[in-house]
Nanobody, 125 residues
Framework: HVQLVESGGGSVQTGGALRLSCGAS????????MGWFRQNSVTEHEGVAG????????RYVDSVKGRFTISLDNATNTLYLQMNSLKPEDTAMYFC??????????????????WSQGTQVTVSS
């Protein structure tokens, strides 16, 4: 049984920063795909950041490039999303996800197997 548990959400003002953390129970982040997705009133599980170390590749949705950073701490088996220069349009429920195998497009949520319960990020102006 695999569970992904995330934390770090909250409410910040425009220009602020948050770091989301995702820990896995019963699963080791490895050479499969891992990523961060968000859901709001207009987007269902939009791919935000994807990382597949087997291909040494990182992908970001255009709207967060230069502001968000996905990273993996292998020692603690923890996936992170550092979010800087936050904007109101970043407001969403954020989810971490993982899969033992990687799909053709790492920001497509459909191939992902394991999902967290989500954490709310709210950015006010």
């Amino acid at each position: 049984h695999v569970q992904l548990v995330e934390s770090g959400g909250g409410s910040v003002q425009t220009g602020g920063a948050l770091r989301l953390s995702c820990g896995a129970s019963g699963y080791t982040f490895s050479r499969g795909c891992m990523g961060w997705f968000r859901q709001n009133s207009v987007t269902e599980h939009e791919g935000v950041a994807g990382f597949y170390p087997g291909a040494r590749s990182v992908r970001y949705v255009d709207s967060v490039k230069g502001r968000f950073t996905i990273s993996l701490d292998n020692a603690t088996n923890t996936l992170y999303l550092q979010m800087n220069s936050l904007k109101p349009e970043d407001t969403a429920m954020y989810f971490c996800a993982a899969s033992p195998t990687c799909g053709a497009w790492p920001l497509d949520p459909r191939p992902y197997t394991y999902w967290s319960q989500g954490t709310q990020v709210t950015v006010s102006s």
